[in-house]
């Protein structure tokens, strides 16, 4: 016969083990707040291309031109295929979480060319699997090329990630592969994708080789990380925030040749009247005008209505 003492044992352990279960699937099934934000209510109006790959969103936001969304990870990171009639150049190739170049090549059969908005390891993932890569002639840039295991680890913390990774995915072995850069690239040139010139603008301060393009014919500015809807990260080692003042200047000249602003970020579209208000929120900071909002460590946030900058605490003013 069980004894009482045994019984209550027993159910101790039960009780135990039935805790250690409810915590591992609240740990399995916590929505993060950001991830609760999604989807993002712009995009009910933007136009989206079904794909077989359900790690990406595809939207068609210009003629010919799709914007590769990665709703699933914390950064949101948006690259751009954009079609000319003899080539493609795809702006970014992003995490390099899922297989990018499928994604592609059900968009376009014609021959795509990489070139990155600059060389974070948000923006290179699948690089490696192009042959053509155009690169910004930068040491930063170069080194870069040679890809890193560390930086891509961080991505996958389980704050980071909303919903599941990809089938057949490995977190362990997660990393950027190294690319090659096939032709460098500088400020001004222009890339032919027949009936569709693209111009190179360097915009650095985000990094050293940061770039936007700019379709003239059809009024679009691809910023890259120098701009786009969200907290625009200011503060790694890289940046130079003289630069970026400089760069968004000389972005704002543009204003009444643009109609669309294509950021690499959270939405794929905004109106150029972003980018004067850019320049004049970023000189409101830079002159100790903005108070910070938020700090974690080093890094302080800066509102400025619908515009933030995250910088270090130290450099964020003159």
């Known amino acids: 016969m069980v004894s009482i003492k045994q019984s209550l044992q027993t ?20 929505i993060h707040e950001w991830c609760r934000r999604l989807p993002r209510p712009e995009y009910e109006t933007l136009q989206r291309v079904p794909i077989g ?55 376009t059969r014609l021959p795509i060319v990489v070139l990155n908005s600059h060389t974070h390891n948000d923006h290179v ?29 961080a991505e996958l913390a389980p704050a980071q990630i909303c919903g599941q990774l990809p089938k057949g995915f490995d977190p362990k072995t997660y990393a ?8 460098y690239k500088h400020d001004g040139d222009r890339i032919d994708l027949g009936g569709r010139w693209l111009e190179v603008i360097a915009t650095p301060g985000h990094t050293p080789d940061a770039i936007s393009l700019l379709d003239r014919a059809n009024s679009l500015l691809f910023t890259g990380d120098t701009y786009y809807p969200g907290p625009i990260w200011l503060y790694r080692p890289e940046t130079n925030l003289e630069a970026y003042g ?29 980018l004067p208000r850019l ?39 003159r």
């Open 53 to 107: 790959d359900p790690w990406y969103e595809v939207y068609k936001v210009a003629p010919a031109v799709y914007a590769i969304y990665e709703p699933h990870q914390f950064e949101e990171t948006i690259s751009y295929l954009i079609v000319g009639d003899k080539q493609a150049l795809l702006f970014d190739t992003g995490m390099g979480i899922s297989d990018l170049k499928k994604v592609t090549a059900g968009l």
């Open 11 to 30: 159910l101790r352990i039960a009780f135990a083990l039935s805790l250690a279960l409810s915590a591992a699937l609240f740990a399995q099934t916590k």
């Open 246 to 274: 400089a760069s968004i200047r000389r972005l704002a000249a543009l204003t009444p040749q643009i109609k669309t602003v294509l950021g690499a970020h959270n939405v794929p579209v905004a109106p150029p009247s972003v």
């Open 176 to 183: 950027t592969p190294a690319w090659k850069i096939t032709a």
């Open 125 to 153: 993932g699948d690089n490696w699997q192009f042959e053509t890569i155009y690169g910004m002639d930068t040491e930063f840039t170069r080194k870069n090329a040679q890809g890193s295991r560390e930086d891509a680890q």
């Open 279 to 317: 320049v004049t929120a970023f000189e409101a900071v830079r002159a100790g005008k903005i108070p910070a909002t938020q700090a974690s460590g080093d890094n302080v946030l800066y509102r400025v209505d619908d515009i933030s900058f995250s910088m270090r605490r130290a450099e964020a003013k």
